[in-house]
């Protein structure tokens, strides 16, 4: 059995800066101050970890109590903007074909390894028909802990809870947009498969020595190959 784990956004979806909108709005709310509007500043990195370096002035145990508030606080102003999302954000080329495909294996389980918190990734899939496709049960999400390279482990956890499945490291497949993705697939013997839908490009990543790098998800024959 393999665990296919894909990014959210910049992999599966843009939200046309919906999102990151919301994001800024929710941490005004809840910590005083937005993130950078710089998407390479932060891409690839946890809901956690962007709260964290926007504000330093408060303790990692802190942000984390809050994290509840805030993503009520998160999808409050996500659910605010929905039409704004469905006008700006599309679902990017390639995924509902790929997400489709990975369906039908029964030889593969597919979730997500995302920076986002588990009730804000939950809600984007849902506000672009995407959550049919993911097991959202064996996920990886930004609110299990603030640094991207330790989720992998949470998702195999995850696994042999949910399912009679044993797998290790070597089981997993991410896809991912950004040299975070790639280095935390690398920390536990993922195969790891780059897309430069995101603000990085095929150079940036591959430069990261991905197993596989992709322009785009586009073509079906070069996603499985890609994935192995």
């Known amino acids: 059995m393999r665990l296919l784990l894909w990014d959210i956004d910049g992999t599966l979806l843009y939200s046309g800066g919906v999102a990151g909108e919301a994001m800024r709005a929710a941490m005004t709310t809840l910590f005083g101050q937005p993130s950078s509007n ?51 954000g599309r679902v990017l080329a390639g995924v509902p074909a790929a997400l489709a495909y990975y369906q039908q294996r029964a030889d593969v389980r597919q979730s997500v390894l995302t920076g986002n918190m588990q009730a804000v990734a939950a809600m984007k899939l849902e506000l672009t028909n995407l959550s049919p496709y993911i097991d959202m049960s064996v996920g990886a999400y930004g609110s299990d802990h603030a640094k991207r390279v ?45 897309v430069a839908t995101g603000p990085f490009s095929v150079a940036d990543l591959a430069a990261h020595a991905p197993d596989a790098v992709l322009p785009d998800l586009s073509d079906l024959d070069a996603v499985i190959a890609a994935i192995g």
């Open 38 to 88: 710089d998407r390479r500043e932060y891409a690839g990195k946890t809901d956690q970890q962007i709260i964290i370096e926007t504000n330093p002035h408060l303790t990692p145990q802190y942000i984390a109590d809050q994290l509840d508030a805030f993503a009520t606080a998160y999808m409050a102003e996500l659910a605010e903007r929905r039409a704004e999302m469905a006008s700006r």
């Open 150 to 194: 330790e989720l992998p482990r949470y998702a195999i956890e995850r696994m042999h809870a949910h399912t009679p499945h044993r797998i290790t490291g070597a089981d997993i497949v991410i896809i991912g947009d950004t040299p975070n993705d790639i280095a935390c697939g690398k920390a536990h013997g993922a195969r790891t498969v780059a």
